[in-house]
T-cell receptor
Framework: GAGVSQTPSNKVTEKGKYVELRCDPISGHTALYWYRQSLGQGPEFLIYFQGTGAADDSGLPNDRFFAVRPEGSVSTLKIQRTERGDSAVYLC??????????????FGPGTRLTVL | AQKITQTQPGMFVQEKEAVTLDCTYDTSDQSYGLFWYKQPSSGEMIFLIYQGSYDEQNATEGRYSLNFQKARKSANLVISASQLGDSAMYFCAMGNYGQNFVFGPGTRLSVLP
């Protein structure tokens, strides 16, 4: 069975460039989460989707970060004018449902972003 | 604001012995869930165990059990009969219904042969 997939697995870019990170959740999972994990730290919440809408985007650090999930499945995290401090592993997770239920999150392998 | 505290940056345990990893949390919500995840050096996040705030029984999953003390806001993970493959980072996390998830800073567990 297919788990959560993320592409690319590695992304190297230059300061100031635009990047897109893609997440394919498990089929049928309505909830999707994006996290950022720096070396030696726990995942830091960025944004949570329930279906197509962002139910909580309070973790996005600034307006350079944006995420979409137009059809309620695949999600794209977009980072404009990248900075060296954006370098981290970006993790995506999906679960059966949010809202009135709390379910185990299944994580993807992550995208390692390096901003030179 | 929600917060997870894991006060043990690193722990050592002898193979086949039990170990307890500490987790305390802070929330003003009445309904929430507590999770433990394992992250080996390969980087993937592996779900271990879940405890709901209204669950009266402590959760157990094989060699993992969660020592849930609601009044003290603690959710410690107990691993029995440690194995070499248990060496990894362990994260405690908390989620509220319909809202974000918060992870703790993690504890690095090393199992000694």
């Amino acid at each position: 069975g297919a788990g959560v997939s993320q592409t690319p697995s590695n992304k190297v870019t230059e300061k100031g460039k635009y990047v897109e990170l893609r997440c394919d959740p498990i089929s049928g999972h309505t909830a999707l989460y994006w996290y950022r994990q720096s070396l030696g730290q726990g995942p830091e919440f960025l944004i949570y989707f329930q279906g197509t809408g962002a139910a909580d985007d309070s973790g996005l650090p600034n307006d350079r970060f944006f995420a979409v999930r137009p059809e309620g499945s695949v999600s794209t995290l977009k980072i404009q004018r990248t900075e060296r401090g954006d370098s981290a592993v970006y993790l995506c997770a999906s679960s059966l449902g949010g809202g009135r239920s709390l379910n185990e999150q299944f994580f993807g392998p992550g995208t390692r972003l390096t901003v030179l | 604001a929600q917060k997870i505290t894991q006060t043990q940056p690193g722990m050592f345990v002898q193979e086949k012995e039990a170990v307890t990893l500490d987790c305390t949390y802070d929330t003003s919500d009445q309904s929430y869930g507590l999770f433990w995840y394992k992250q080996p050096s390969s980087g993937e996040m592996i779900f271990l165990i879940y405890q709901g705030s209204y669950d009266e029984q402590n959760a157990t999953e094989g060699r993992y059990s969660l020592n849930f003390q609601k009044a003290r806001k603690s959710a410690n993970l107990v691993i029995s009969a440690s194995q070499l493959g248990d060496s990894a980072m362990y994260f405690c996390a908390m989620g509220n219904y319909g809202q974000n998830f918060v992870f703790g800073p993690g504890t690095r567990l090393s199992v000694l042969p």
